[in-house]
């Protein structure tokens, strides 16, 4: 995530969800706020990262990914609720690696999926249990310099490391 943008969700209760951004120095920038806007409506927004001129939104709500611009326009959304590839069932944290490709933490299938910048599913890795490279409710990635994925494995109490591949 870029240091100068930070999300921030508002409200008490997930009907109020929205983003912040806030630039260095924590000083209020504005509100992302997609409460009544639609087809574009973001009902629950628990993970977002910053990549280049766009934002990407887990929107757990609606079981999809959310592309926006910086400004808070729409570019694209993708997904929808059910276990097959590109299907979410809780989309939480989502991450964006050097070749592009966002990965997503997709916890109530315990797995973590990666999709092209305009949503085309690549891959998909892990499945529920407690062995090395499964899944207990995985609810956040991120990757490093090298690219390995860090998957918040939450229900199995620990972090597990993967290639860029998954592996």
Known sequence: INAEYMGRIEGSNMKECRYGVVRDGAAFVRTFDFE?????NIK??????????????????????VVLRRDGSFVCTFGSEGDAPGQFNSPCGVCVNAAG????????????????RDGTFVRAFGSAGAAHGQFCL??????????????????????????????
Not at 158 to 164: E, K, L, M, S
Request: one cysteine or more.
């Open 36 to 40: 009544d806007d639609g087809d574009h």
């Open 138 to 167: 995985p609810c956040s990635v991120c990757v490093d310099g090298d690219d390995n994925i860090f998957v918040s494995d939450c229900d199995n109490h620990r972090i597990q490391v993967f290639n860029r591949d998954g592996t």
């Open 101 to 116: 490709l966002i990965i997503v933490a997709d916890a109530n299938n315990h797995r973590v999926q990666m999709f092209t």
């Open 44 to 65: 629950c927004p628990t993970g977002l990262c910053v990549d280049g001129d766009h934002i990407v939104v887990a929107d757990r709500g609606n079981n999809r990914i």
